[in-house]
């Protein structure tokens, strides 16, 4: 089988490399924090997420529960940035107000106007040129509050969501509909396309570097906490006084979560 982790499979390893390169991320690199990469991460809960600074979405068996999806968004909205780097396909859920849309086999994603004059394009290492290199690829039907970086010839396929009008979290996410954007160890060689888009990547992590990191704060005794939804998502969560989650949803069912999610 193939190793899929971002942190240990051989797939993502120059892009591995790349980010543990003190020139490029340490004391006195390019963006002058460390990475310190952390693996074990089974299921996501508010605790295994509590001081993490970036999640990266990868390839996954099974997909994302209900209950997990409630977490990513609070992760988001608290500080943390969400990377999602995978081939989206129909059975991916709703998340942050972007859904899946139809699968392609364009081997490219053009930036959009807005893309090039994103910190993803024009970041700390360098001018990113159009298009960037993918493999096979799926689009986002719908992008909730996020900015169109790059399309393929479906429809959006590379969103950048951060504090802005419509979005009052303090995290970022960076939703990208391939999985061999950043890849090098396919066996394949034409899915390897982390050479042609190591500036993208590096200053995608520049920019998260930018973000507080997910530090979740306690509501005040006796107070609940409710956190706006992103755009065609019409449920409500909220942190109940007891730290236990309530997330309605559009129809008036009720899903109940414990204070880890």
Sequence with gaps: GVNNSFVAGGIFAQARNALLDPA????????????QP?????????????????????PISPELSDTEVGVLEQFVQEGGVLLEVRNVFSNRPLLLGTFPGPFV??????LT?????????????GVVGSPLATGANGAYATTGFATVIARNDLGPN????????????????????????????????????????????????????GAPGFRPSSPVPG???????SSGDFSRLVRNSDGTFTRTLKDGTKIHFNAQG
């Design 38 to 58: 952390r693996s074990g991460l089974t299921t996501v809960t508010t605790e295994n997420l509590t001081g993490v600074d970036v999640f990266v979405l990868n």
């Design 105 to 110: 086999g364009d081997g490219t994603a053009d």
């Design 158 to 209: 590379v969103l950048l969501l951060q504090p802005a009008p419509g979005f009052s979290g303090t995290g970022r996410a960076v939703l990208i509909g391939d999985e061999e954007i950043f890849a090098s160890g396919f066996v394949t060689g034409g899915s390897n396309h982390f050479a042609a888009n190591r500036t993208f990547f590096l200053n995608t992590f520049a920019f998260a570097a």
């Design 113 to 125: 106007p807005a893309g090039r004059d994103s910190p993803l394009a024009q970041g700390p290492f």
């Design 24 to 35: 490029n991320f340490g004391p006195g690199g390019v963006v002058p924090r460390g990475v």
């Design 223 to 229: 107070v609940a906490v409710a956190y706006q939804a």
